[in-house]
């Protein structure tokens, strides 16, 4: 990754203060840093709250836009999503605008930090895919009473995020990778995760590699979260998974990440922008710090982030918290918890190690469109989707009175993914909202776009239609699952 070097030698970052205690973590963060002496300047732009309230939609200003483009690094406080001003969160834009894909989150017992697992040592890390799944953010209402939120997993997505994942653990000498999904039910989509890492991992033998189902890493983390080293996961499942483990350890006070790309690296805390602490000086900036420390790594200023961790770490030893920790009698501000890592700037911990990094090898990809061609592939089928107050017993006569001498029969209707017709017996509640199964009455040839809109035609001059999707079989293989009751 190439970075901006300034005339005095210096890799240059976007700083972001950020909303709410954004400021007061990423002052604290910028002075200690500085205190180390590493080879960095800042350029600072805005975004969030202040953006949104000069009427720009998407939170983001241009210049920032351009000084990221620049920099290709960024350190950043939490980014408030008023309600009111804009639609989108310029989290969410600025993790898109720049395609990282990658969202690293670790967190570790950290001394003085009291929790149901101290003791324990945890260690680990959360590697969540950061621009696709249903975060897209692709959603229609279907009818005035269902909504669809579309869940888009692709391979080269897939690919990318468990390289990046098998990569960042040799980069901190880690051992062990889980990948945790729920393909057992979404077997496309979280199944494309799966599949992707069971075709990669050959390829790291130094590393440890199994699946796990998602809602079993969830209760293991809790039971036995020792056993995890890293954690790669789809979007949704990563936002909950690292907020459960940055509880284990402490809460959100405690937990840094880095949203990483091929071109740009975002580094910024999980929490947001609490402002009920702004300006206070009582919260914690240790999660924005070590956001600070992995953004020196990525910078490749190991010395300086090992600095800071130590420090930090003796800093804590020596019982100097803040409230979120040690309550209002025992702590101390903002500012002079930063002084006191300042101030232990080259001790280190003897009790508490800092783990030795080296260079992440950022996965290389062709940029081009990733076009995954089968050898073979054919349409079988259209599901036409109906808006009806009918129960199914009625409509499924009815639509197969309609497709009577139509290229393509009715195979079953189902209801919120379970077949009401022909019935099985479900107890099913149904919605006005019906996915429509047609298969070709020819199941050797190809349906074409012609029979599966001829049909829709017919359809549509009786019932509300309001989305098709085509059935594809790809190499012989469907390309589509069956409702729950559907043989
Ligand atoms: P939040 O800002 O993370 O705060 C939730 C609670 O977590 C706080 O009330 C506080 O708990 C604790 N906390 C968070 N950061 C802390 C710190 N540094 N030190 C000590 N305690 C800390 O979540 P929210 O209130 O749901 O969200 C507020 C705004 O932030 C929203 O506009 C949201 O959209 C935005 N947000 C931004 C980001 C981001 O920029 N990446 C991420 C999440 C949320 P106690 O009340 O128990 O003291």
Known sequence: MKFHITEDGKKLVTLIPGDGIGPECITAT???????????A??????????????????????????????????????ETPVGFGEKSANVTLRKLF????????????????????????????????????YA?????????????????SRKGCEKIVRLAFEFARSEGRTKVHCATKSNIMKQTEG????????????????????????????QLVKRPEQFDVIVTTNMNGDILSDLTSGLIGGLGFAPSANIGSEVAIFEAVHGSAPKYAGKDVINPTAVLMSGVMMLRHLGEFEAAAKIEHALLVTLEQGILTRDIAGDEKSVGTRAFADAIIGNLGKKSESWRVR???????????????????????????DIFVETSQLPEQLGPALEALAEGAALKLKMIS?????????VGAMTDCVDHYRCRFIGRDAA???????????????????????????????????????????
């Open 137 to 153: 953010g692709i959603e229609h209402m279907q009818t005035p009473g269902v909504a669809q939120c579309l869940k888009l997993i």
């Open 415 to 423: 209801n919120r993914g379970t077949k009401v017709y022909p019935s």
């Open 99 to 134: 395609e990282t894909y990658g969202n690293i989150r670790p967190v570790r017992e950290m001394p003085g930090v009291a929790t149901p697992f101290t003791g324990r040592r945890l260690d680990l890390v959360v590697v969540r895919e950061n621009v696709e799944d249903l």
């Open 42 to 79: 800042w350029e600072t732009r805005a975004a969030g709250a202040s953006v949104f309230q000069q009427g720009v939609p998407s939170g983001v200003l241009p210049e920032t836009i351009e000084s990221i483009a620049k920099t290709r690094v960024v350190l950043k406080g939490p980014l």
């Open 192 to 219: 494309m995760l799966k599949r992707a890492f069971e075709a990669l991992a050959p390829e790291y033998p130094d590393i440890e590699a199994s699946h796990i189902i998602i809602d079993n890493c969830a209760h």
């Open 356 to 382: 030795d990094h080296k260079p992440l090898q950022m996965p290389t990809f062709p940029t081009a469109p990733d076009v995954v061609k089968a050898r073979t592939r054919r349409t079988v089928g259209a």
């Open 30 to 40: 910028q002075r200690i840093i500085e205190a180390t002496g590493a080879a960095v």
């Open 445 to 487: 040839s190809e349906v074409t776009d012609a029979q599966i809109l001829e049909l829709t035609q017919r359809i549509g001059a009786q019932y509300r239609w309001m989305h098709i999707e085509k059935l594809p079989e790809f190499d012989g293989e469907a390309g589509y699952t069956k409702a729950q009751g559907e043989d």
